[in-house]
Nanobody, 126 residues
Framework: QVQLIESGGGLVQAGGSLRLSCAAS????????MAWFRQAPGKEREFVAT????????YYTDSVKGRFTISRDNAKNTMYLQMNGLKPEDTAVYSC???????????????????WGQGTQVTVSS
């Protein structure tokens, strides 16, 4: 069982920045494909970004390309999401997820992920 704990959310004005962190409880963190999802009120959970086990490969949803950067530090068992140029439409609960896989593929369906954090609220005011 892998526990994931997000932190770093908060309230920020449009155009501002936040850095989310996702700390994992497993020593085998480097074997998991990781991802960020978000869910706004009244909407379905939405894929944001994913990163390969070693961190070399990343993939983003179109709406955050050029503004968000996903990264990971396997020595610290932690994944990050640097969010710049935030917009009110980025307001959501952001959750990290882990997927068991022996190779890299881009999976955007939440059902493909095995472990989830509780989420952290990001609110962007206009």
């Amino acid at each position: 069982q892998v526990q994931l704990i997000e932190s770093g959310g908060g309230l920020v004005q449009a155009g501002g920045s936040l850095r989310l962190s996702c700390a994992a409880s497993t020593r085998t963190f480097g074997t998991y494909v990781m991802a960020w999802f978000r869910q706004a009120p009244g909407k379905e959970r939405e894929f944001v970004a994913t990163i390969s086990q070693g961190g070399r490969n990343t993939y983003y949803t179109d709406s955050v390309k050029g503004r968000f950067t996903i990264s990971r530090d396997n020595a610290k068992n932690t994944m990050y999401l640097q969010m710049n140029g935030l917009k009110p439409e980025d307001t959501a609960v952001y959750s990290c997820a882990a997927r068991i896989s022996s190779f890299w593929t881009t999976k955007k369906d939440p059902n493909d992920y095995d472990y989830w954090g509780q989420g952290t609220q990001v609110t962007v005011s206009s």
